[in-house]
């Protein structure tokens, strides 16, 4: 079934905004999940790392599902939205739309999942997710 986006995309800034090459997919135009699954990471991340103020790592992907294919040549936003804090560990959701068939404006929604990070030292091992009053006096 068919997503379609009336209105475009969401009103706000997406994350990330990239758009798939023929090396990201298969011979038949169709781009890798592999590869939408590492650029859905990437965006999750960004708003995990900010919250945790720096370093974070990957340590689950709670759900993912690819609701339509992608293509090369669609524009593809994401927007990445923190869900939960915990005492090291964020958990970021993440929703895909492409834009396609630029000239008729077509817009659909691909891919969501929901993923969780965990804060790390230098020393790559867990770290506790400071206060939000805190983030707020450094930045």
Known sequence: M???IESGLPSRMPTLRVMPMPSDANVHGDVFGGWIMSQVD???AIPAARRANGRVATIAVNSFLFKQPVFVGDLLSFYADVVKVGNTSITVSVEVYAERNRLQASTVKVT??????VA???DRKPRQIPPLE???KTN
Do not use: C, D, R, V
């Open 120 to 122: 790390t030292g230098n």
């Open 2 to 4: 068919s997503e379609q």
């Open 112 to 117: 969501e999942a929901t993923l969780t990070y």
């Open 42 to 44: 990437i965006a999750g």
């Open 134 to 136: 805190e983030i707020a």
